[in-house]
T-cell receptor
Framework: GEDVEQSLFLSVREGDSSVINCTYT??????LYWYKQEPGAGLQLLTY?????DMKQDQRLTVLLNKKDKHLSLRIADTQTGDSAIYFC?????????????FGTGTLLAVQP | DAGVTQSPTHLIKTRGQHVTLRCSPISGHKSVSWYQQVLGQGPQFIFQ???????GRGNFPDRFSARQFPNYSSELNVNALLLGDSALYLC?????????????FGPGTRLTVL
């Protein structure tokens, strides 16, 4: 089945680290993604990880992938107020003819000054 | 370079009407996908078009249809609108229909059905 789950809300203080978690269901997903959505805006791709990787670091962002448990996490170091947004994880379901993204419900990150 | 553009930005319709939403992909991108994002939820896949042909369809009724033009722009049509069709409709473009190229999202069209 297609079901990507995330916790709904996370509140952190400015300067702390944020960890947003996600579980997915399709073990054949090639890529897993993290998108950011600010109020009234579309989706911005933050980072992605290929399914044969365990970890990927990109500046303040660290993605961890546990394929056995189908668990994906995004760590944001030194969280800033500008990081306040909704974060979506997504898996890629590629069936040869179609590449569709299956999104989670989103995690609202609130950064307190 | 211009990103993915969508028009209109906002739209208000009444139940039973139809609506056409438009999307212009990034220059050189041949694949366009449409997603529906209901308030408080993640985007749901509606269609993917590549080289002017439908390549995939999500779990949406036949009231939803789309097409892609020779210049790779796309239209999403929704007939017999229901209150539940109120959502943000997102268009994404990519070079092709594989997961190896990023899908770039437009700002969306906010549809309100009264």
């Amino acid at each position: 089945g297609e079901d990507v789950e995330q916790s709904l809300f996370l509140s952190v203080r400015e300067g702390d680290s944020s960890v947003i978690n996600c579980t997915y269901t399709d073990s054949s997903s090639t890529y897993l993604y993290w998108y950011k959505q600010e109020p009234g805006a579309g989706l911005q791709l933050l980072t992605y990880i290929f399914s044969n990787m365990d970890m990927k670091q990109d500046q303040r962002l660290t993605v961890l992938l546990n394929k056995k448990d189908k668990h994906l996490s995004l760590r944001i170091a030194d969280t800033q107020t500008g990081d306040s947004a909704i974060y979506f994880c997504a898996e890629s379901e590629y069936g040869g003819a179609t590449n569709k993204l299956i999104f989670g419900t989103g995690t609202l990150l609130a950064v307190q000054p | 370079d211009a990103g993915v553009t969508q028009s209109p930005t906002h739209l208000i319709k009444t139940r039973g009407q139809h609506v056409t939403l438009r999307c212009s992909p990034i220059s050189g991108h041949k694949s366009v996908s449409w997603y529906q994002q209901v308030l408080g939820q993640g985007p749901q896949f509606i269609f993917q078009y590549y080289e002017k042909e439908e390549r995939g369809r999500g779990n949406f009724p036949d009231r939803f249809s789309a097409r892609q033009f020779p210049n790779y722009s796309s239209e999403l049509n929704v007939n017999a609108l229901l209150l539940g069709d109120s959502a943000l409709y997102l268009c994404a473009s990519s070079l092709d229909r594989t997961p190896y190229n990023e899908q770039f999202f437009g700002p969306g069209t906010r549809l309100t059905v009264l």
